[in-house]
């Protein structure tokens, strides 16, 4: 369900839609995280997050964010019609400066491509699905914390295609194919299945955009073949570096639009922005008919516990170390939540489930903050408190446990890490079998891991039965069954050497 209130945009979606139980709050969690994360890309080009979260109480999740007026650049590519070259640098340009706000945070976007971007009336480009509002679309199945490829096969980069190291050169990469797009009006790779497209992003060489439209300026062409290299190392540097190369194509200061890009006039025009920028809107021009779209960020409800002045204090500190987080002051974030938990657990005691809301709370910030050696033992006593409380099958106590793993594999405690792991999937298989989404990630999770220690025969012991679940339960199109097919080929390629 979605509306519009003012200038913003509300998405809810039924928690029905995306499993039940502890999966749907593991899946808001990450929710929440990645909302922050996003939310600390400073861009013009990127629509604010203002809320995003489980709405218990009516069982959805929800994103509310900042209304974008716009039509998909996807209107843009028309074979008959291909963009003028200055339209596609404005586009390009306009990318590249979000791409290299988001780098610098740093976030990668992993799925770059027309259909994630609006252009405004004023021919503003506006990038959606920095990871948050895709995890409320029923086609993606989660977020995961080990990085499981994402992408679209039209313009998946070719380490994402192999499950590889994705990097900000892996959005420059998908920026290449998007830039092909406009200015051909075709993909750089066609191919009538996922895998066809995957095989030529690995192999095959582009044809030269000066083959296909002989006004496309040498320059733009070999940028453009720069952007597609196979080979990260070989792409260009950085964002920074596209949009220098891409400046010689775009239109002079106060210039007028050439009459090759009349045929463009009723969709915005990208190329206004840098011949006169910031230009107010002439009061007989319209524009466009647009419609509404959006996406995305963080917080969380504050406690709704009596109005005690402890209590109060302790929703009045939830709200400042939201407040601090919105502003990317990680460490400052949970030392104002630290400050409120000592005096909580002596009047209320250690494992008050309010209390132990807000240690996990604070724990969760230090994960977002980078500070796993500090969030590591909090969550391995918050796994304790909450097998006490709750059981050692609750949903916390196993998403705890299952933090705690993650921070070790992030220190490299490869050993601990899959220990870890296993307990989770022990609980998890016990109550619900090991065929739910978060037991088949941590059974990944797992795999992975022993891969990284190179035992490939134990790896492979664990990614061959997961990949035969995978199948049965999410089909061979799922990305996540393909991304284990193709670590479980590069290992039986490694042990067959």
Same mark, same amino acid.
């Given at each position: ?53 489980? +709405? ?6 929800? &994103?509310?964010? *900042?209304? @974008? /007026?716009?039509?998909? $650049? %996807? =209107?843009? #590519? ?115 299945? +996922? ?6 992003? &690995?192999?095959? *060489?582009? @044809? /030269?955009?000066?083959? $296909? %439209? =002989?006004? #496309? ?137 309010? #209390? ?142």
């Amino acid at each position: 369900m979605a509306d519009t209130v003012g200038d913003r945009y509300e998405l809810r979606v039924s928690t029905e839609a995306i499993g039940a139980g502890g999966a749907v709050e593991e899946l808001a969690k990450r929710f929440q995280r990645e909302a922050r994360v996003t939310a600390r890309i400073r861009h013009h080009g990127v629509p604010q997050v203002y809320d995003a979260g489980l +709405d218990s109480g009516a069982a959805e999740l929800y &994103l509310v964010m *900042e209304l @974008v /007026p716009g039509v998909s $650049l %996807r =209107t843009f #590519v028309d074979p008959h019609e291909p963009l003028p070259a200055s339209w596609a640098a404005a586009f390009g340009a306009q990318l590249a400066t979000v791409l290299s706000h988001a780098h610098a945070v740093p976030v990668v976007h992993r799925d770059l491509k027309p259909t994630n971007v609006l252009v405004t009336a004023e021919g503003a480009v506006k990038v959606l699905d920095f990871g948050i509002a895709a995890v409320l679309r029923p086609d993606v199945t989660r977020f995961t914390a080990t990085g499981t490829p994402m992408g679209t096969s039209l313009y998946m980069s070719p380490e994402q295609v192999k499950g590889g190291t994705v990097s900000p050169r892996s959005d420059l990469y998908t920026l290449g194919c998007v830039l092909y797009e406009l200015l051909s009006g075709y993909p750089v790779f066609g191919g009538d299945t +996922d895998i066809d497209r995957w095989n030529r992003h &690995l192999h095959a *060489e582009p @044809v /030269p955009l000066r083959e $296909l %439209r =002989t006004d #496309v300026p040498a320059d733009l062409d070999r940028l453009v073949l720069d952007l597609l290299a196979k080979v990260p190392e070989r792409r260009p540097g950085d964002a920074y570096e596209v949009y220098e190369r891409l400046l010689p194509f775009l239109p002079a200061l106060g210039s007028t639009p050439k009459s090759t890009e009349e045929s463009q006039r009723e969709l915005p025009d990208p190329t206004r922005l840098f011949r006169r920028p910031n230009a107010p809107r002439s009061p007989s021009d319209s524009g466009p008919a647009l419609e509404p779209s959006s996406v995305e960020e963080s917080a969380a409800a504050a406690s709704r516990l009596p109005h005690t002045a402890l209590r109060e204090s302790m929703a009045d500190a939830v709200s400042r170390a939201d407040g601090l987080l919105y502003e990317e002051r990680y460490l400052q974030s949970a030392d104002v939540l630290d400050a409120v938990i000592r005096p909580a657990g002596n009047e209320l005691g250690a494992e008050n489930p309010q #209390v132990l809301q807000l240690r996990l709370r604070r724990a969760a910030i230090l994960v977002v903050a980078g500070e796993y050696r500090r969030a590591q033992p909090e969550f391995d006593a918050l796994a304790d408190a909450f097998s006490r409380t709750k059981g050692p099958r609750s949903d916390d106590a196993v998403e705890c446990l299952r933090q705690s793993a993650y921070c070790r594999a992030e220190l490299g405690q490869v050993e601990e890490a899959i220990h870890r792991f296993r307990d989770v999937l022990d609980r998890i298989s016990g109550e619900h079998g090991d065929g739910t989404d978060t037991a088949l990630e941590v059974r990944r999770n797992i795999g992975e891991l022993q891969a990284a220690r190179n035992d490939l025969s134990e790896a492979e012991s664990t990614l061959a039965p997961l990949l035969d679940d995978l199948v049965v339960l999410r089909g061979k199109d799922d990305e996540g069954m393909r991304y284990v097919a193709a670590l479980l080929k590069r290992i039986r390629s490694a042990r067959s050497r």
